[in-house]
C-alpha cells in the first residue's frame, strides 16, 4: 500500500514552510538569475544578429549573386552568363584620395551604374531615397564630410575631377558586403573612375557585377555553375545566403565566447545552488527531522524539499529570463558598431526556452546530492549531522547523470560548434574534478601535518579535515572565484597589449597605392623634399588567385575544394601578389634558397610557411596562379617566416621578377618618418604635396587606421569584459554563499569554544588561519588555472598574441586574495555575536 504524500498535499506543506521571501534560498535565486539572464540576453542578441544576416541576405549583398575580379572589367562572356540569370548592376571599387581646399582623405571610391542599387535605396541624411549620383555630383559619407569639412552643394576634387557634394550617406544598404574599407564611402557614377586616371592598367580596382533573379532561384547553383564554367578566371563569388562571409564569422565567433561564458556564469553558479540548497536544508534540519519522527517517509521528504527548491529555481530562472530580455536595448547600445547588422533586437524564444532549461537543469543537478542526503537519512541522523554530516548516498548520482546528459545533448543540438562546446563542458568537468581531489588532498594533508603548539593555529587546521568540515565546498567555491578573477585579468592585459602596444610601435607612417613605376624617383623626391630622413619601401603590387597547387601532375585544383582551412585563407579568391629579387624585409627563409638577382631560369615562388603547412606544399611543388585572366605555373622554391606584426607589406606569394614582372602594375610604397620629423606641420605638408604631384595614387595616413582599429577592438574588449564580468559576479556570489554555508556549521563549533572561554580575537584568528590557508594554496591553483583559460580565449578563440601583464594579474589575483578573507571575516561576525546559551538551547 502506498503511504507517500500525494504531491498536492506536499505542496502545501511545502508552501507553509516556504518563505515568501524566500529566505534560505536566496542564494540560490541570485545564481540562477545571474546565469539564465546571460544566456538569455546573449542567446537573443546573437540570434537576432544571425537572424538579421539571414533575412536580409538579398539587400547586404545587393542582389542574388556578386561576381567580382581585379584589375580587369568582366570578359562579355562572363557578363553574358550573368545576365542571362536577371538584372545586372556594373560598377568598381578602389581606394582614391578626395580634396576640398587644403584638405584631403583617403575614401573608398564606389562607382555604380544607373540600375544600383537592384534590391533596397540609399538613404541620404536628408531623408532622400536615391540611387546612383546624377553626371558631376556624388554621395558622400559622413565621415569623408567631416574630414574635408564639406556640405551639400559644395566642390570637391577627384584627381583632377570636379563633384559636386549631392547628398550626406545615412544609410547604404549593401555597406556591410563591402567589406574592410581604408576610408569613408563616396558614391560616384560608374564613368568618373576612367574619367580620373583611376582604372588604368596595373590600377588597383575592383569590379562588382551584380544580378537580381527575376523570381526566385537557387543563387548557390547559380554561383557553382559560374565556378564551374570560368574556374581559371580568378573570380570571387557571393550568394545571398553568405552575403557578408566576415560578419557571419564574426558574429559566429563572438557567440560562441559569449555562450561559453554564459555557461561558465551558469556552472559556476552551480556551486552555489549546491551550497545554497544544503544550507537551506540544514537551516530546515529540524522540520525534516520532526517530518519523519511523525512518520513522514524518504519520499515524502523528497517531495516536499524538491518542490521548494523548484520554487525557488522557476523564480530565479524567470527573474534571469526578464532581466535578460531588460538588458538586451542596453547590450545592443554598448557593443554599438560591433553589430554586424541593424538587428530587430528582441527576445528570441528558443534562446530564452533554452536558458531557461540550463538554469533549470544546472539547479538539478547541484541540487540533487544535498536533496538526496535528507531524503535518505533517519531523523536521528539528521539531529546528529552539526558533528556527523552524513554522506551523498549513491542514488544522489541517477538526476545527476541524466541532468548532465540533458545540458550535454542541449549544447551540442544547439551550437553552431559543437565540438568547442564539448572540449568547454568537458574543461569544466576536469577543473571541477580537479577542485574536488583538490580539496580532498587538503583534508588529509591537513590531518597528517604535525600538531602546532599554536592552540589557534591547531585548531584551525583541524577545521579542515574534522567531520562535517565544508572543505571541499570552499575548495570548489575559493577556486573558482579567484580563477575568474585570474582570468578576467589575464584576458584584460591581453587585449589591451594587443591593441595598443606591439602594432603602433612599429608601423610607418603612410601607406601609398597606386602608384606608377615611372614616376617612383619623382615620388622619392617629392617625400625627401619636406622629410628628409624619410625612409621608403616600395614594392610591386599586384592580384591574382591561386588556382592549384601540389606536385606536377597531380596538382590539386582550388575549385575543387569544398572546404578551405582557416590557416589557407590566400586560398580564398584574388590575393595581393608581388615580385622581388631580394629576400623581403621582416621575413626569413626558413627552407629552400631564394633566388639570384637578375635570375633568369625557370619561374619561382616563395611561399609563407604556415599557408605552406596548412595545404600541405612541399618545394619543388608546382603552383598555378590566374593574373589578369591569364595561367601561370610556378615551381616552390622556399619558405618564409613572415613578421605579420610588422604592418608593412606581407605578401604571402613573393615571385621571382622572370615570373609575373611583365604584367601591368603599379607600385606601392610605405613612408617612415624619422622621429624629429614627426609633426603636425610636417606631416601636412607632405600630404598636401603627395596629392597634388599624384593625384591618381592614395595616400593613406597610418595613425588614422590605428585610431579606427583601436576604437573598434576597444568595443569588442569591452563587450569580452562585460561578458566575462557575468562570471565573475557569479563566482563572488558563490563564494559569498560557500562562506555562509560555512558559517553555519560553525556555530556549534564557536559556541563550544565560547564556552570553554576563546575570546572573541581568538575566533577572528581561527577563522583567518583556516580561511588563509586555504586561500594562499587555491592562490596559486587559481593561477595557473585563469592562466591557461586566458590563453584558450585569448590565441584559440580570438587569435592574438598572449600577452598579460603579469604585475596587473598578480594584484588583480591579491585583490581576489584580500576579498576572500574580508569576506571570511565579515561572515564570522554574527557567530561572534551569538549567545552562547541561546545558541545551546537550539542545537
Same mark, same amino acid.
Given at each position: 500500500?502506498?503511504?507517500?504524500?500525494?504531491?498536492?498535499?506536499?505542496?502545501?506543506?511545502?508552501?507553509?514552510?516556504?518563505?515568501?521571501?524566500?529566505?534560505?534560498?536566496?542564494?540560490?535565486?541570485?545564481?540562477?538569475? %545571474?546565469?539564465?539572464?546571460? !544566456?538569455?540576453?546573449?542567446?537573443?542578441?546573437?540570434?537576432?544578429?544571425?537572424?538579421?544576416?539571414?533575412?536580409?541576405?538579398?539587400?547586404?549583398?545587393?542582389?542574388?549573386?556578386?561576381?567580382?575580379?581585379?584589375?580587369?572589367?568582366?570578359?562579355?562572356?562572363?557578363?553574358?552568363?550573368?545576365?542571362?540569370?536577371?538584372?545586372?548592376?556594373?560598377?568598381?571599387?578602389?581606394?582614391?584620395? !578626395?580634396?576640398?581646399?587644403?584638405?584631403?582623405?583617403?575614401?573608398?571610391?564606389?562607382?555604380?551604374?544607373?540600375?544600383?542599387?537592384?534590391?533596397?535605396?540609399?538613404?541620404?541624411?536628408?531623408?532622400?531615397?536615391?540611387?546612383?549620383?546624377?553626371?558631376?555630383?556624388?554621395?558622400?559619407?559622413?565621415?569623408?564630410?567631416?574630414? @574635408?569639412?564639406?556640405?551639400?552643394?559644395?566642390?570637391?576634387?577627384?584627381?583632377?575631377?570636379?563633384?559636386?557634394?549631392?547628398?550626406?550617406?545615412?544609410?547604404?544598404?549593401?555597406?556591410?558586403?563591402?567589406?574592410? &574599407?581604408?576610408?569613408?564611402?563616396?558614391?560616384?557614377?560608374?564613368?568618373?573612375?576612367?574619367?580620373?586616371?583611376?582604372?588604368? =592598367?596595373?590600377?588597383?580596382?575592383?569590379?562588382?557585377?551584380?544580378?537580381?533573379?527575376?523570381?526566385?532561384?537557387?543563387?548557390?547553383? /547559380?554561383?557553382?555553375?559560374?565556378?564551374?564554367?570560368? =574556374?581559371?578566371?580568378?573570380?570571387?563569388?557571393?550568394?545571398?545566403?553568405?552575403?557578408?562571409?566576415?560578419?557571419?564569422?564574426?558574429?559566429?565567433?563572438?557567440?560562441?565566447? @559569449?555562450?561559453?561564458?554564459?555557461?561558465?556564469?551558469?556552472?559556476?553558479?552551480?556551486?552555489?545552488?549546491?551550497?545554497?540548497?544544503?544550507?537551506?536544508?540544514?537551516?530546515?534540519?529540524?522540520?525534516?527531522?520532526?517530518?519523519?519522527?511523525?512518520?513522514?517517509?524518504?519520499?515524502?521528504?523528497?517531495?516536499?524539499?524538491?518542490?521548494?527548491?523548484?520554487?525557488?529555481?522557476?523564480?530565479?530562472?524567470?527573474?534571469?529570463?526578464?532581466?535578460?530580455?531588460?538588458?538586451? =536595448?542596453? !547590450?545592443?547600445?554598448?557593443?554599438?558598431?560591433?553589430?554586424?547588422?541593424?538587428?530587430?533586437?528582441? =527576445?528570441?524564444?528558443?534562446?530564452?526556452?533554452?536558458?531557461?532549461?540550463?538554469?533549470?537543469?544546472?539547479?538539478?543537478?547541484?541540487?540533487?546530492?544535498?536533496?538526496?542526503?535528507?531524503?535518505?537519512?533517519?531523523?536521528?541522523?539528521?539531529?546528529? +549531522?552539526?558533528?556527523?554530516?552524513?554522506?551523498?548516498?549513491?542514488?544522489?548520482?541517477?538526476?545527476?547523470?541524466?541532468?548532465? &546528459?540533458?545540458?550535454?545533448?542541449?549544447?551540442?543540438?544547439? #551550437?553552431?560548434?559543437?565540438?568547442?562546446?564539448?572540449?568547454?563542458?568537458?574543461?569544466?568537468?576536469?577543473?571541477?574534478?580537479?577542485?574536488?581531489?583538490?580539496?580532498?588532498?587538503?583534508?588529509?594533508?591537513?590531518?597528517?601535518?604535525?600538531?602546532?603548539?599554536?592552540?589557534?593555529?591547531?585548531?584551525?587546521?583541524?577545521?579542515?579535515?574534522?567531520?562535517?568540515?565544508?572543505?571541499?565546498?570552499?575548495?570548489?567555491?575559493?577556486?573558482?572565484?579567484?580563477?575568474?578573477?585570474?582570468?578576467?585579468?589575464?584576458?584584460?592585459? #591581453?587585449?589591451?597589449?594587443?591593441?595598443?602596444?606591439?602594432?603602433?610601435?612599429?608601423?610607418?607612417?603612410?601607406?601609398?597605392?597606386?602608384?606608377?613605376?615611372?614616376?617612383?624617383?619623382?615620388?622619392?623626391?617629392?617625400?625627401?623634399?619636406?622629410?628628409? +630622413?624619410?625612409?621608403?619601401?616600395? /614594392?610591386?603590387?599586384?592580384?591574382?588567385?591561386?588556382?592549384?597547387?601540389?606536385?606536377?601532375?597531380?596538382?590539386?585544383?582550388?575549385?575543387?575544394?569544398?572546404?578551405?582551412?582557416?590557416?589557407?585563407?590566400?586560398?580564398?579568391?584574388?590575393?595581393?601578389?608581388?615580385?622581388?629579387?631580394?629576400?623581403?624585409?621582416?621575413?626569413?627563409?626558413?627552407?629552400?634558397?631564394?633566388?639570384?638577382?637578375?635570375?633568369?631560369?625557370?619561374?619561382?615562388?616563395?611561399?609563407?610557411?604556415?599557408?605552406?603547412?596548412?595545404?600541405?606544399?612541399?618545394?619543388?611543388?608546382?603552383?598555378?596562379?590566374?593574373?589578369?585572366?591569364?595561367?601561370?605555373?610556378?615551381?616552390?622554391?622556399?619558405?618564409?617566416?613572415?613578421?605579420?606584426?610588422?604592418?608593412?607589406?606581407?605578401?604571402? @606569394?613573393?615571385? #621571382?621578377?622572370?615570373?609575373?614582372?611583365?604584367?601591368?602594375?603599379?607600385?606601392?610604397?610605405?613612408?617612415?618618418?624619422?622621429?624629429?620629423?614627426?609633426?603636425?606641420?610636417?606631416?601636412?605638408?607632405? @600630404?598636401?604635396?603627395?596629392?597634388?604631384?599624384?593625384?591618381?595614387?592614395?595616400?593613406?595616413?597610418?595613425?588614422?587606421?590605428?585610431?579606427?582599429?583601436?576604437?573598434?577592438?576597444?568595443?569588442?574588449?569591452?563587450?569580452?569584459?562585460?561578458?566575462?564580468?557575468?562570471?565573475?559576479?557569479?563566482?563572488?556570489?558563490?563564494?559569498?554563499? +560557500?562562506?555562509?554555508?560555512?558559517?553555519?556549521?560553525?556555530?556549534?563549533?564557536?559556541?563550544?569554544?565560547?564556552?570553554?572561554?576563546?575570546?572573541?580575537?581568538?575566533?577572528?584568528?581561527?577563522?583567518?588561519?583556516?580561511?588563509?590557508?586555504?586561500?594562499?594554496?587555491?592562490?596559486?591553483?587559481?593561477?595557473?588555472?585563469?592562466?591557461?583559460?586566458?590563453? %584558450?580565449?585569448?590565441?584559440?578563440?580570438?587569435?592574438? +598574441?598572449?600577452?598579460?601583464?603579469?604585475?596587473?594579474?598578480?594584484?588583480?589575483?591579491?585583490?581576489?586574495?584580500?576579498?576572500?578573507?574580508?569576506?571570511?571575516?565579515?561572515? #564570522?561576525?554574527?557567530?561572534?555575536?551569538?549567545?552562547?546559551?541561546?545558541? !545551546?538551547?537550539?542545537?
Amino acid at each position: 500500500m502506498n503511504t507517500n504524500l500525494p504531491w498536492p498535499t506536499a505542496w502545501r506543506i511545502a508552501r507553509r514552510d516556504l518563505s515568501a521571501r524566500f529566505r534560505g534560498l536566496r542564494l540560490l535565486i541570485a545564481c540562477l538569475f %545571474l546565469g539564465v539572464g546571460a !544566456l538569455a540576453a546573449i542567446g537573443s542578441l546573437t540570434g537576432a544578429i544571425r537572424d538579421g544576416l539571414a533575412t536580409q541576405g538579398r539587400q547586404i549583398l545587393g542582389g542574388d549573386v556578386e561576381a567580382s575580379v581585379w584589375q580587369r572589367p568582366l570578359t562579355p562572356d562572363e557578363t553574358a552568363f550573368l545576365a542571362a540569370r536577371g538584372a545586372l548592376t556594373t560598377g568598381a571599387r578602389m581606394q582614391a584620395m !578626395l580634396g576640398h581646399g587644403d584638405l584631403t582623405a583617403p575614401i573608398e571610391l564606389k562607382a555604380v551604374d544607373d540600375r544600383w542599387p537592384l534590391v533596397g535605396r540609399l538613404v541620404l541624411a536628408d531623408g532622400r531615397r536615391v540611387g546612383a549620383p546624377p553626371p558631376g555630383t556624388a554621395w558622400l559619407a559622413e565621415g569623408a564630410a567631416a574630414r @574635408l569639412s564639406v556640405r551639400v552643394g559644395d566642390v570637391v576634387m577627384l584627381s583632377g575631377q570636379p563633384l559636386t557634394v549631392g547628398g550626406i550617406i545615412a544609410d547604404e544598404p549593401d555597406r556591410l558586403s563591402e567589406g574592410f &574599407a581604408l576610408g569613408p564611402t563616396v558614391i560616384v557614377g560608374a564613368d568618373v573612375p576612367a574619367r580620373a586616371g583611376l582604372t588604368t =592598367p596595373g590600377a588597383m580596382y575592383r569590379t562588382k557585377v551584380r544580378v537580381a533573379c527575376p523570381h526566385a532561384c537557387d543563387a548557390v547553383a /547559380v554561383a557553382d555553375a559560374m565556378r564551374a564554367r570560368f =574556374p581559371t578566371a580568378g573570380l570571387s563569388l557571393k550568394t545571398r545566403d553568405k552575403a557578408a562571409p566576415g560578419a557571419e564569422n564574426f558574429v559566429a565567433h563572438m557567440g560562441d565566447f @559569449l555562450v561559453l561564458v554564459g555557461l561558465a556564469a551558469l556552472l559556476i553558479a552551480g556551486i552555489g545552488i549546491g551550497g545554497g540548497t544544503a544550507s537551506y536544508l540544514e537551516a530546515r534540519r529540524a522540520s525534516i527531522a520532526t517530518l519523519k519522527v511523525l512518520g513522514a517517509t524518504g519520499t515524502d521528504i523528497a517531495r516536499i524539499t524538491l518542490l521548494q527548491i523548484a520554487a525557488a529555481a522557476l523564480v530565479g530562472s524567470f527573474a534571469g529570463l526578464a532581466a535578460g530580455m531588460a538588458a538586451l =536595448p542596453l !547590450l545592443a547600445q554598448a557593443i554599438g558598431k560591433l553589430l554586424p547588422v541593424a538587428a530587430a533586437i528582441r =527576445p528570441d524564444l528558443p534562446a530564452l526556452l533554452r536558458a531557461a532549461a540550463y538554469g533549470l537543469l544546472v539547479a538539478l543537478v547541484f541540487a540533487a546530492p544535498p536533496l538526496a542526503q535528507a531524503r535518505r537519512f533517519p531523523a536521528m541522523a539528521l539531529f546528529r +549531522a552539526r558533528v556527523a554530516a552524513p554522506d551523498t548516498p549513491r542514488g544522489a548520482l541517477i538526476p545527476v547523470a541524466l541532468g548532465l &546528459a540533458a545540458i550535454l545533448a542541449i549544447a551540442l543540438l544547439s #551550437s553552431p560548434s559543437p565540438a568547442l562546446v564539448l572540449t568547454f563542458l568537458g574543461g569544466a568537468a576536469a577543473l571541477f574534478a580537479l577542485l574536488g581531489l583538490l580539496g580532498l588532498a587538503i583534508r588529509r594533508l591537513a590531518a597528517r601535518l604535525p600538531r602546532s603548539r599554536h592552540a589557534l593555529v591547531r585548531v584551525g587546521l583541524a577545521n579542515l579535515h574534522r567531520p562535517g568540515a565544508q572543505t571541499g565546498r570552499l575548495v570548489t567555491a575559493i577556486g573558482f572565484g579567484l580563477s575568474a578573477f585570474v582570468l578576467l585579468a589575464v584576458v584584460e592585459t #591581453s587585449l589591451d597589449a594587443n591593441i595598443a602596444a606591439r602594432v603602433p610601435a612599429r608601423a610607418p607612417d603612410w601607406f601609398v597605392l597606386d602608384l606608377p613605376p615611372e614616376r617612383l624617383p619623382a615620388f622619392e623626391a617629392t617625400v625627401h623634399a619636406t622629410a628628409p +630622413a624619410a625612409h621608403i619601401r616600395t /614594392v610591386p603590387a599586384l592580384r591574382g588567385a591561386i588556382l592549384a597547387y601540389g606536385p606536377e601532375g597531380a596538382m590539386i585544383r582550388v575549385a575543387d575544394l569544398k572546404d578551405i582551412p582557416d590557416d589557407a585563407w590566400a586560398l580564398k579568391g584574388e590575393r595581393g601578389l608581388t615580385y622581388s629579387d631580394a629576400i623581403p624585409e621582416g621575413n626569413a627563409v626558413t627552407a629552400g634558397h631564394w633566388w639570384p638577382a637578375h635570375y633568369t631560369g625557370p619561374p619561382l615562388v616563395s611561399v609563407d610557411e604556415k599557408f605552406a603547412n596548412a595545404v600541405g606544399l612541399h618545394l619543388g611543388d608546382k603552383l598555378t596562379i590566374g593574373l589578369l585572366g591569364v595561367e601561370r605555373t610556378v615551381t616552390v622554391a622556399a619558405f618564409r617566416r613572415i613578421d605579420w606584426d610588422s604592418f608593412g607589406f606581407n605578401y604571402v @606569394l613573393v615571385f #621571382s621578377p622572370n615570373a609575373i614582372a611583365d604584367a601591368p602594375h603599379k607600385l606601392a610604397a610605405t613612408i617612415a618618418l624619422a622621429p624629429a620629423e614627426r609633426t603636425p606641420q610636417t606631416r601636412a605638408a607632405l @600630404l598636401r604635396n603627395l596629392t597634388r604631384a599624384f593625384p591618381a595614387s592614395s595616400v593613406i595616413e597610418v595613425g588614422n587606421l590605428l585610431r579606427d582599429a583601436r576604437a573598434l577592438l576597444d568595443q569588442m574588449s569591452t563587450a569580452i569584459l562585460s561578458a566575462a564580468s557575468v562570471a565573475v559576479l557569479a563566482g563572488l556570489a558563490v563564494l559569498v554563499g +560557500a562562506i555562509a554555508a560555512a558559517r553555519a556549521s560553525r556555530l556549534y563549533d564557536n559556541v563550544i569554544l565560547r564556552v570553554l572561554g576563546a575570546g572573541r580575537a581568538q575566533l577572528l584568528v581561527l577563522q583567518l588561519v583556516e580561511f588563509g590557508a586555504l586561500a594562499l594554496i587555491l592562490a596559486l591553483v587559481a593561477l595557473l588555472l585563469g592562466t591557461g583559460l586566458g590563453w %584558450l580565449v585569448i590565441v584559440h578563440q580570438f587569435q592574438f +598574441a598572449f600577452l598579460p601583464d603579469w604585475p596587473r594579474v598578480l594584484a588583480v589575483l591579491g585583490a581576489g586574495l584580500g576579498l576572500t578573507l574580508a569576506f571570511a571575516l565579515g561572515g #564570522s561576525l554574527p557567530l561572534l555575536r551569538a549567545k552562547p546559551a541561546e545558541a !545551546l538551547r537550539e542545537l
